[in-house]
């Protein structure tokens, strides 16, 4: 199992030399592609346990999701008990819809 300091050491040990990018690229390639998951996965990258991401929320609907769990948390200071069970059932759906739809826009940019 790699892990992502491993990585990083790579990074550190090619940068400013001429291999730097041929390295880069393999590494990248030779990734997954990020994907979106119900559950609190991490970030493998940057090696945290606990991640979220959002910019506006208009631009992904991802983005919009945390915004109004984040939103709701804050005014109610918790979820309740009905409102974790809504999210339980959808973001499983969600996730695999976003991650569909967010491969599909990097294949339209190519």
């Known amino acids: 199992q790699v892990h992502p300091r491993a990585?990083?050491?790579?990074?550190?040990?090619?940068?400013?030399?001429?291999?730097?990018?041929?390295?880069?690229?393999?590494?990248?390639r030779s990734m997954q592609q990020?994907?979106?998951?119900?559950?609190?996965?991490?970030?493998?990258?940057l090696s945290t346990q606990f991640y979220t991401h959002f910019t506006s929320p208009i631009r992904r609907y991802p983005d919009t999701i945390v915004h109004r769990l984040i939103r709701t948390y804050l005014i109610e200071g918790k979820l309740d008990e009905a409102t974790q069970e809504k999210w339980n059932a959808e973001l499983p759906?969600?996730?695999e819809h976003s991650s569909k739809m967010e491969?599909?826009?990097v294949?339209?940019?190519?």
């Open 93 to 95: 759906d969600i996730a």
């Open 34 to 45: 990020a994907k979106y998951y119900p559950e609190s996965l991490g970030h493998f990258g």
């Open 103 to 105: 491969r599909r826009a």
């Open 7 to 28: 990585l990083q050491e790579i990074i550190e040990e090619v940068q400013g030399k001429p291999e730097e990018m041929v390295v880069s690229t393999v590494m990248l």
């Open 107 to 110: 294949d339209a940019e190519r």
